[in-house]
T-cell receptor, first 113, second 113 residues
Framework: NAGVTQTPKFQVLKTGQSMTLQCAQD?????MSWYRQDPGMGLRLIHY???????DQGEVPNGYNVSRSTTEDFPLRLLSAAPSQTSVYFC????????????FGPGTRLTVT | QQQVKQSPQSLIVQKGGISIINCAYE??????FPWYQQFPGKGPALLIA???DVSEKKEGRFTISFNKSAKQFSLHIMDSQPGDSATYFC????????????WGLGTSLAVNP
């Protein structure tokens, strides 16, 4: 199993550009989520999904969109990049039942200039 | 409002010493308390977890102590090694339909050789 994969690993955007961060998992997990990690801020939940076709907002959803058309994929779209979105983005997945362990991808480091 | 408060923010320990990281929570509905370990440039990975009906769980050199009445839990790393140098996050999971993990802000641990 590849686990949770994310692409790209690094990305530089100009303010106003849009892009999609890709996330895929091959563990048949129902639950998938996107976090951003900033120094001193811990992990903040952006959006999450409990299954294909079902998504919901986390604590910092503004400026981001998600969709879940398949169990495997959960892309994160930045609509109009802003410098405040400079961060490291992690995708995670888990079963929606015991043991609730979240498996994280390797992250995408995004810089918005 | 930080629902899971983690301390200290950073910790320096000598090789062979005991590392102790503490977390406190407010919501008595939380039913699962994991600790995640994150190495630089990597995503977090589950280290050890506990449920509130257990007061202590040990896995190798890592122990979670849980005090339900005080709404506190802590991670103890015995015989700390330089390879344990990482950022540690505590978290708490809501019960019922609220599946989201609420994260502490993290503790950066450095173990000096």
């Amino acid at each position: 199993n590849a686990g949770v994969t994310q692409t790209p690993k690094f990305q530089v955007l100009k303010t106003g550009q849009s892009m999609t961060l890709q996330c895929a998992q091959d563990m048949n997990h129902e639950y998938m989520s996107w976090y951003r990690q900033d120094p001193g801020m811990g992990l903040r939940l952006i959006h999450y999904s409990v299954g294909a076709g079902i998504t919901d907002q986390g604590e910092v959803p503004n400026g981001y969109n998600v969709s879940r058309s398949t169990t495997e994929d959960f892309p994160l779209r930045l609509l109009s990049a802003a410098p405040s979105q400079t961060s490291v983005y992690f995708c995670a997945s888990s079963y929606d039942r015991d043991p609730y362990e979240q498996y994280f991808g390797p992250g995408t480091r995004l810089t918005v200039t | 409002q930080q629902q899971v408060k983690q301390s200290p923010q950073s910790l320096i320990v000598q090789k062979g010493g005991i590392s102790i990281i503490n977390c406190a929570y407010e919501n008595t509905a939380f039913d699962y308390f994991p600790w995640y370990q994150q190495f630089p440039g990597k995503g977090p990975a589950l280290l050890i977890a506990i449920r509130p009906d257990v007061s202590e769980k040990k896995e190798g050199r890592f122990t979670i102590s849980f005090n339900k009445s005080a709404k506190q839990f802590s991670l103890h790393i015995m015989d700390s090694q330089p390879g344990d140098s990482a950022t540690y996050f505590c978290a708490a999971r809501g019960a019922g339909n609220n599946r989201k993990l609420i994260w502490g802000l993290g503790t950066s641990l450095a173990v000096n050789p």
